[in-house]
Antibody
Framework: EVQLVESGGGLVQPGGSLRLSCVAS????????MTWVRQAPGKGREWVAS????????YYVDSVKGRFTISKDNAKDSVFLEMNSLRAEDTAVYYC?????????????WGRGTLVTVSS | IVMTQSPLSLPVTPGEPASISCRSS???????????LDWYLQKPGQSPQLLIY???NRASGVPDRFSGSGSGTDFTLKISRVEAEDVGVYYC?????????FGGGTRVEIK
C-alpha cells in the first residue's frame, strides 16, 4: 500500500524558515517524481514544486522561487521542502504527492498534509 | 492556465446522478491526442484521491459509477448514482503545463 506521511509543519514567524519532510512507503521511491501541493485556508489548491526521480530536475511555482527548495533522498525514501523567508500568504496545509508514472503530471497518491502557519 | 469549476456546491440525493463541470482557459488537448485533465476527491478527514486521469480514465479502485468526459477546454465528471460515501470536495486539475493548476472545487453533500 502506497503511503506518504508529511511532518515538520508548525507555527513560524514571518521571515522565518521551516523544513517539511515526507516519508514514502509501499513503492519504489527512486523511480518516481514527487510533488508538493498546498491549500491555504478558504482557498483553492496550489501546486508548489516537483522534483525528478533522481533529483536532477526541479520545478517551482513563481511565488516560491528563490525561497523554497525541494529535494529528495532516495536512500531514505523521503522528499523535503525547505521553506525560507516565509510570508503570511504561505500559510497552508502542505501535501506531499507522487506523480503518476507515464504521461502528464497526474498525481496519483497524496499524503494527509501538514499545516504551516506563518504569523507573528 | 485558469481552471473554472461549477457548481461551487452540489446537494445530491442518494441514487440520483450528479455532474460537475470544469473549464480550462487553454486547451488541454495535446498533440498526442490526450486530454490532460484529472479529477480528484477529498473526502472529509482523508487524503485527496485520484478519480480520473487523462479526462476519462478511471484510476485503480475507483467505482465505475464515476466517469469523465470532455476534450479541449470543457470537461465533465459524472456520478451515475450518488452514494453517501461520495460526499466531499471534487477538484479538477490540468496536468499538461507547469505550473499545474486546479479548479476551485465543488462540494458535494447529501440533501
Amino acid at each position: 500500500e502506497v503511503q506518504l506521511v508529511e511532518s515538520g509543519g508548525g507555527l513560524v514567524q514571518p521571515g522565518g524558515s521551516l523544513r517539511l519532510s515526507c516519508v514514502a512507503s509501499g513503492f519504489i521511491f527512486k523511480t518516481y517524481w514527487m510533488t508538493w501541493v498546498r491549500q491555504a485556508p478558504g482557498k483553492g489548491r496550489e501546486w508548489v514544486a516537483s522534483i525528478k526521480e533522481d533529483g536532477s530536475d526541479k520545478y517551482y511555482v513563481d511565488s516560491v522561487k528563490g525561497r523554497f527548495t525541494i529535494s529528495k533522498d532516495n536512500a531514505k525514501d523521503s522528499v523535503f521542502l525547505e521553506m525560507n523567508s516565509l510570508r503570511a500568504e504561505d500559510t497552508a496545509v502542505y501535501y506531499c504527492a507522487r506523480r503518476r508514472s507515464g504521461d502528464g503530471w497526474t498525481v496519483d497518491y497524496w499524503g494527509r498534509g501538514t499545516l504551516v502557519t506563518v504569523s507573528s | 492556465i485558469v481552471m473554472t469549476q461549477s457548481p461551487l456546491s452540489l446537494p445530491v440525493t442518494p441514487g440520483e446522478p450528479a455532474s460537475i463541470s470544469c473549464r480550462s482557459s487553454q486547451s488541454l488537448l495535446y498533440s498526442n491526442g490526450n486530454n490532460y485533465l484529472d479529477w480528484y476527491l477529498q473526502k472529509p478527514g482523508q487524503s485527496p484521491q485520484l478519480l480520473i486521469y487523462l479526462a476519462s480514465n478511471r484510476a485503480s479502485g475507483v467505482p465505475d459509477r464515476f466517469s469523465g468526459s470532455g476534450s479541449g477546454t470543457d470537461f465533465t465528471l459524472k456520478i451515475s448514482r450518488v452514494e453517501a460515501e461520495d460526499v466531499g470536495v471534487y477538484y479538477c486539475m490540468q496536468a499538461v503545463y507547469i505550473p499545474l493548476t486546479f479548479g476551485g472545487g465543488t462540494r458535494v453533500e447529501i440533501k
